[in-house]
Each structure stands twice: as structure tokens, then as C-alpha cells.
């Protein structure tokens, strides 16, 4: 038996796989976890462009002042529903809970990069001097989104801090139905049928 017992000591095959093994695993329980932290912030990123390319489109065609049908959207609040399409794509998410303290920024730029209120305000009865105007940069909005995440993340133990996500979507202002000028295009003339 004691024989046997040295025998067994002595061989030293699978002490080899038993180190190799206990080396390879904390390295592939990190890449699994960090594979699936990166997921979740791309699932998150991807509600957040979604939702800002939505509001951008929504401030494209909305806005308080048409020239062609005459009718005024002032008493509606097209900034606040564009905003509110951003936070339902992102507690669409099924990484965020609704009861998560978020932090949420939505800021609006124009088209030579200064900040403005919102797009909404944008006098559609102006149409024309933006269009004929090269130089003006009404026309052309940023939507401009920023999320804190409530976690910490955090590798091997050690927090690396908040994680803040943005996005960004440039749209132009779509001030409805509008026609060029009748001076600009003739009208065409119908081709006899034989």
C-alpha cells in the first residue's frame, strides 16, 4: 500500500492540467464577465440612439409655425413629446428599471454648433431666406442625449465609476408642404395621346 501511495505521489501527469487549468479560469471568468457588461451597454446605447434619432425626427417635421397650411401648433409642447420618445426607448431597455435614478441630458444645437432651445421654435415663415441664404445655419439641428447609468461598473473588484453614454443625431427642419417658386419650374404640358 505504501508502494502504491509513492507511486501516486511521484506521478506527475495531471498536475500539469490541474495549473494550467487553475490559471486559464479567473482569465475566462473575466472575459465572460466583461463580455456580458459590454452587452448591456450596447443594449442600453442602442435604446438611446434610437430614441434620439426619434426625437429628431419629430422635431424635423413639427413645429409651432407653417407658412403653407396656415394652422399654429403653439399650444402643443413638441419638445417635451420628443424628449419623452427618448426615456420610452430607453426604459424599453430590459437592463433598466424604471425605478433606477437616472440622469438624463438633452441638449439642441444648430448647425454652426451653438446651443438653442429647441428646434421647435424655429419661424417656418422664413423659409425662404434660410433657403436662399447659403450662410445660415437655422435650418440644421443636433439633437445632443446623455445618460448617466445609476451603477458603478466595475472590473475585478476595483470601480471604475460611473458609466455616462451619448449620442448624437443631426436632422434638418421640415417646415411642411412647400413649393419652389412659380417663376422657378414650368408647369408641364400634358402629351397628346395618339
Known amino acids: 500500500m505504501s508502494r502504491q501511495l509513492s507511486a501516486l505521489l511521484k506521478d506527475k501527469k495531471g498536475a500539469y492540467d490541474l495549473i494550467q487549468f487553475a490559471l486559464i479560469i479567473p482569465i475566462f471568468v473575466i472575459i465572460l464577465y466583461g463580455s456580458f457588461e459590454l452587452a448591456k451597454l450596447v443594449s442600453i446605447r442602442q435604446s438611446l440612439d434610437a ?109 471604475m465609476g460611473n458609466v455616462t453614454l451619448t449620442s448624437a443625431h443631426t436632422s434638418f427642419i421640415d417646415c411642411g408642404p412647400w413649393y419652389p417658386w412659380p417663376a422657378a419650374t414650368p408647369t408641364p404640358t400634358p402629351t397628346p395621346m395618339p
Not at 394652422?71 to 424628449?83: P, Q, T, V
Not at 430590459?94 to 441630458?105: L, N, Q
Not at 450662410?135 to 442625449?145: A, D, E, R
Open 51 to 159: 430614441g434620439t434619432y426619434q426625437a429628431a425626427r419629430y422635431l424635423s417635421v413639427y413645429h409651432k409655425f407653417y407658412t403653407d397650411g396656415g394652422y399654429n401648433r403653439g399650444s402643443r409642447d413638441d419638445a417635451l413629446r420628443a424628449e419623452r420618445l427618448i426615456w420610452e426607448s430607453l426604459l424599453a431597455n430590459p437592463f433598466i428599471s424604471r425605478a433606477m435614478p437616472m440622469h438624463v441630458m438633452i441638449r439642441y444645437f444648430n448647425g454652426a454648433g451653438e446651443e438653442i432651445s429647441s428646434p421647435v421654435d424655429f419661424p417656418c415663415t422664413d423659409i425662404r431666406s434660410h433657403l436662399s441664404n447659403p450662410n445660415t445655419s437655422g435650418l440644421v439641428f443636433t439633437v445632443h442625449t446623455q445618460v448617466t447609468l445609476p451603477w458603478r461598473s466595475s472590473v475585478l473588484g476595483l470601480s
